[in-house]
Structures are given as structure tokens and as C-alpha cells.
């Protein structure tokens, strides 16, 4: 028997990156994880219900800014990102069908890749969907234009290193869902709130530190919360290499996973 | 691999490959996979210690008990483990992160797991477009036919039975129509007719020129599968070649016949002072008897049959099957 393929006889990596991200895209929607994910979203909507009626005569941009400094992003993104993320990978190992991916003549970048894509996409769309009923909820139509798309670019950027970060962890450890979920009670939320130098190696820190420079008004922040804040180029350069850093390691460490 | 069956000594070992022709007798065809002084082990567990073969077109069956280290053979010509010392080479190429390599191999896993949300038609196309094939539900079609769902081409492998999941896997491996075709126990769950299809079809495919290679526990599936066995005892090979052949090579190890006769109880007296019997028990109608030395067994049979005046009514070996040949390379 010969081996048949395309025309140019290689893999072309867009249509195997599209079949590979497709997969995931329908391994990461078919599960129960939706139901945990849209428990999370209820809950920063209720939350924000609750403040909109709280709010009366006060600024209720505030409150949703406040919201999001306090919840979205060191709660709610993180765990979003490693319900999601942490299985784009680890299942696979679990299962034990990755060597339905990597037997294939594809570079093991190209799978990580389109696993990351998937897993990253349904993380922002989910937190954009708690994200855009919270703005509404809490008047954001009569604040500064730039509310809707800081949040917005924020939260994305966060999704997108968050992503990166627990789709690594996946592949690395077998309780990747509990040692994450540790991390992120323990050093997002925790730590690095109360050490400006734990601080610096947070990823809500530097998503924080993109909304505030979309936002470009100061006035909606504590002067706490303010400063351990980066500009949003350096927010934005930290976010995109610590994905990249993640992605290379894990599609390095891909092709040296051994199935015992 | 050596179209005379052969017990490995260890003094044999070392030179083996050089000395091996590929399926030599049958394919006389240059070896397309080939094990050389492979070892693996996993921290201080060996599970595979000094392999050695080659094998060539047609269909191979790796033979032993669970725990052999067959799938540890099948994982490390899939690349899916690295050996720890010696070289695996598949059609000519080393195996780790040769991704044109991939593109000529197809395996089945041990493993049951398949992506239960898809279709059997989703599943095989999956593969096809990774292998880059140029009409990838064509091929993902063919290939179902192939194991006999076409049936099924549209319904979800979670609802699969096992034996179905078994093809399913086979259909993926087989999608890009592959030069090596590594099936590790692929026939688990098939029904005695499905088995018969599946085994019809490794042999067709091995006609077209393709390497097989299929691992198996069970003794009746390596019979039928084909000639060449390699057997796998403790992470050693403990025997290559034709099964059949292996098992007249075990001229040290005495045989059990039986001899369906009149007048056992005499037969067995005189059958008992032959050089090279070990053993004669004695029943109503026959005697079975342990002889270390067939030839000489074969010519007394008769002569103590006139002696005595015994009407024979067969002759025939009580160990003959692969069971019996794997039971003494175990013991």
C-alpha cells in the first residue's frame, strides 16, 4: 500500500490545525463543564444585579469597575480558563486518545496551538457573556466609551494568558483542576494581594493593569489598587510572552510525553 | 523476520539481526521494521530487556502473556516511547519525532478511548485530514467499508459496542493507507465472525505488500492470524519464526502423543521401555505417552502394535497448538 495524500503530498497545517481545533471545540462543549462555567457567569450577574439596586445615587460605573477588579478577574477568569483549558490537553492524556493527534505527521506546535485556540475562545466568550450583562446591569451605557472595550480587552488579554498557563498545566499534571484551582485561591487572589512584589507575577495584575489603560481614567480605581498597576504596553508584552513561554513549553514537552 | 522458526539461546542473540534475512523463505524482502538490542524500562521496572528481530511485508503476530511487554514493543515503534537503550528503526528511519515517518504508519491503540462525541465518519475523517489526504471523506468512507460499518458511518462511537470500537480504530489506522499497519490487540471485543473478517482482512492487506503487526495473548487469534510469531516472555523474546517450525526445534522438551489403540495396557508396557519415553499413562482406549525422541516413537508405535496384536486407530500429538508451545517458552 502507498501512502495517499494532497497534492503537494504535505500536511497542509491550516486545514490540520482547523480539524484539530474543531475537535476541541466540540470535546470542550460537550461535557458538564458549561453547566460550572455558567454558574460562575450567574453569579457575577447576580452580584451585579444586587449592587445595581444597592447603588442608588452613586456612580454605578464604580461598582462595576470594582466588580471586575474584585471578582471577574481574580475569581471568576482564572477558574473559567482552568475549567476549560486544563482538559484541552489533560484529557486527552487521561483518556488516552492523544495518540490519536500525535502519531499524525503534524509539528506538535501546531496541535497546541489549535487546543489553546479552542480552549482560549470558549473562555473569553464565557466571560464576555458574564461580563456584558454586568455592564448593563450596572449603567455602563452612561459611562466613559472606553468602559465597554477596557473590560472587554481586559478580560480577553486575561483569558488569553490564563488559557496558555492551565493548558501547560494540564499537560503537565494529572489533578491539574486542583493544583490550579490552589494557585488561583492561593496566589491570585491571596498573595498577590498582599505583596506588591507577588504582585508582578500575577496575571489578573496585568489584566487589571490592561483595562485601566483602555480605560484611561484613574478615577474609577482606589489608589491601593492602583499601584502596583503596569502600563498597558508592558501589561500587554508581559500577557503575550508568558502565553508564548506556556505554549513552547508544552508543545516541546508534546512530543516527550511517554504513554506507559 | 527468519522463515525458520527458532528458540533464542542467548548465544544466538547477539548476532541475530545481522544473521536475519527479513521474512526471509516467504518475502525474501529487506526488513521493514527493525528491533535492535532494545531495552526499556520504566525506573527500576524492566519492561522490555535486549529485543531484537526484523520483520518484513506480510503479517507478524507478537505473542505473550499480559505483561510481556508487547504493547511496550508496539509503543516504541510508534514512537510513543523512547527505548532507554538500542534502536528501533521503521521502514529504514528511526521513529522519534519523524513526522514524514508518520505519515506510512497506522496503528490501533490498546487503549478503548475514542472521542465518543464524534461519528465513526467524523472519527476516520479526522485522521484523513491530518494525514493530509486530498479527499479526506472519500478516504474516511473507504476505509469504513474496509471493517465492515458502513452502517454505522453516521452514528456516534459512544454508542458503540466494543467489538465496533475495535473496527473503528482499525478504520482510522488504515485511512491513509498505511506501508506498517501496528495493531495492538486489535481483534479485543470482535465476534468469532467478526474476528474471521478482520483477520481476512490483515491477510489481503499483507497481499498488497503491507508489514502487519499484530500483538495478541490469546494462542487461537495468533494461530489463525498467521505463520510468524514472535513471542514476548518477561520482556525477552523467547521465539520468532514460523510457530509451527518453533515447535519441532523443541527437541529437548519431550512431546505428548496419543495413541487411540486395542490393548492399551500392553502397548503401554512395551512403549515404555523405548529410549526417550518419559511417561505412558494408560486409558480404556488409548495411551498417551511423553517421548523426547519422535522418530523413535514413530517407528515403535507400530512395531509394538504387531507385537501385541493391536488394531491402532490414530496417532496424534497432544501438543501441537500454540497454547502448548507458549505454555513451554513461559515454564
Request: aromatic letters at 6%; glycine letters at 8%; proline letters at 5%.
Amino acid at each position: 500500500m502507498v501512502a495517499q495524500t494532497g497534492s503537494s503530498g504535505r500536511v497542509a497545517p491550516w486545514s490540520a490545525g482547523r480539524a484539530i481545533f474543531s475537535l476541541s471545540l466540540r470535546a470542550l462543549l460537550s461535557g458538564r463543564r458549561w453547566l460550572l462555567v455558567a454558574a460562575l457567569d450567574a453569579l457575577l450577574i447576580v452580584v451585579a444585579l444586587i449592587l445595581a439596586l444597592a447603588a442608588h445615587d452613586e456612580s454605578p460605573q464604580r461598582y462595576l469597575v470594582d466588580l471586575t477588579r474584585t471578582l471577574a478577574l481574580p475569581i471568576l477568569l482564572p477558574f473559567i480558563a482552568l475549567i476549560f483549558a486544563s482538559e484541552a490537553l489533560g484529557s486527552e492524556v487521561e483518556e488516552r486518545t492523544l495518540v490519536y493527534l500525535t502519531l499524525r505527521p503534524i509539528p506538535s506546535w501546531l496541535i497546541v496551538l489549535a487546543k489553546y485556540g479552542a480552549c482560549a475562545l470558549v473562555t473569553l466568550v464565557a466571560i464576555w457573556l458574564a461580563l456584558l450583562p454586568a455592564f448593563f446591569a450596572l449603567d455602563g451605557l452612561h459611562g466613559p466609551a472606553a468602559l465597554l472595550p477596557a473590560l472587554l480587552v481586559g478580560a480577553g488579554a486575561g483569558a488569553l494568558a490564563y488559557a496558555a498557563l492551565f493548558l501547560l498545566l494540564g499537560l503537565l499534571l494529572r489533578r491539574a483542576l486542583l493544583i490550579g484551582a490552589i494557585y488561583i485561591l492561593l496566589w491570585e487572589t491571596a498573595i498577590a494581594a498582599l505583596s506588591t512584589g507577588a504582585a508582578h507575577l500575577s496575571v489578573r495584575i496585568y489584566a487589571l493593569a490592561v483595562v485601566r489603560g483602555v480605560l484611561g481614567n484613574d478615577a474609577f480605581f482606589p489608589s491601593d489598587a492602583l499601584a502596583p498597576l503596569p502600563g498597558l504596553l508592558t501589561a500587554l508584552l508581559w500577557l503575550a510572552v508568558v502565553s508564548a513561554l506556556a505554549l513552547a513549553v508544552a508543545a516541546w514537552r508534546l512530543r516527550r510525553v511517554e504513554v506507559k | 523476520m527468519n522463515g525458520e522458526g527458532k528458540i533464542l539461546l542467548e548465544a544466538q542473540k547477539t548476532a541475530r539481526i545481522a544473521a536475519l534475512p527479513g521474512h526471509a523463505g516467504e518475502h525474501a524482502a529487506a526488513p521493514t521494521i527493525t528491533l535492535d538490542h532494545v531495552s526499556k524500562w520504566f525506573g527500576e521496572k524492566v519492561a522490555l530487556s535486549d529485543v531484537s528481530f526484523a520483520i518484513g511485508p506480510g503479517v507478524t503476530t507478537l505473542l505473550g502473556p499480559n505483561g510481556a511487554g508487547k504493547s511496550t514493543v508496539l509503543k516504541l515503534l510508534t514512537g510513543q516511547l523512547r527505548p532507554s537503550s538500542g534502536t528501533v528503526r521503521v521502514l529504514g528511519q528511526p521513529v522519534i519525532d519523524n513526522l514524514p515517518l508518520y505519515r506510512r504508519i497506522g496503528l490501533v491503540p490498546e487503549q478503548e478511548s475514542v472521542y465518543g462525541f464524534l461519528t465513526l465518519r467524523e472519527f476516520v475523517e479526522l485522521a484523513a485530514r491530518l494525514h493530509g489526504l486530498a479527499r479526506p471523506r472519500e478516504a474516511a468512507l473507504r476505509a469504513i467499508a474496509l471493517v465492515g460499518l458502513n452502517d454505522a458511518a453516521e452514528r456516534r462511537l459512544d454508542e458503540f459496542s466494543k467489538g465496533m470500537r475495535q473496527r473503528a480504530k482499525i478504520a482510522q489506522a488504515l485511512v491513509h493507507e498505511p506501508e506498517v499497519l501496528i495493531l495492538d490487540e486489535p481483534l479485543t471485543g470482535a465476534d468469532p465472525r467478526q474476528r474471521l473478517e478482520l483477520i481476512a482482512l490483515f491477510e489481503r492487506l499483507a497481499e498488497q505488500g503491507a508489514t502487519i503487526l499484530v500483538s495478541t495473548h490469546v494462542l487461537a487469534e495468533a494461530e489463525r492470524m498467521g505463520r510468524n510469531v514472535l513471542v514476548l516472555v518477561d520482556g525477552k523474546l523467547a521465539a520468532e519464526g514460523d510457530f509451527r517450525r518453533i515447535r519441532d526445534l523443541m527437541n529437548d522438551r519431550p512431546r505428548r502423543m496419543r495413541v487411540r489403540c486395542e490393548r492399551p495396557r500392553e502397548l503401554a508396557a512395551l512403549l515404555v521401555r523405548e529410549p526417550g519415553t518419559s511417561e505412558v499413562r494408560v486409558q480404556p482406549d488409548a495411551i498417551e505417552v511423553e517421548t523426547a525422541d519422535l522418530r523413535a516413537f514413530a517407528l515403535a508405535v507400530p512395531r509394538a502394535a504387531r507385537t501385541v496384536g493391536a488394531r491402532l486407530y490414530a496417532v496424534e500429538p497432544l501438543d501441537e497448538s500454540l497454547e502448548s508451545v507458549f505454555r513451554y517458552l513461559v515454564e
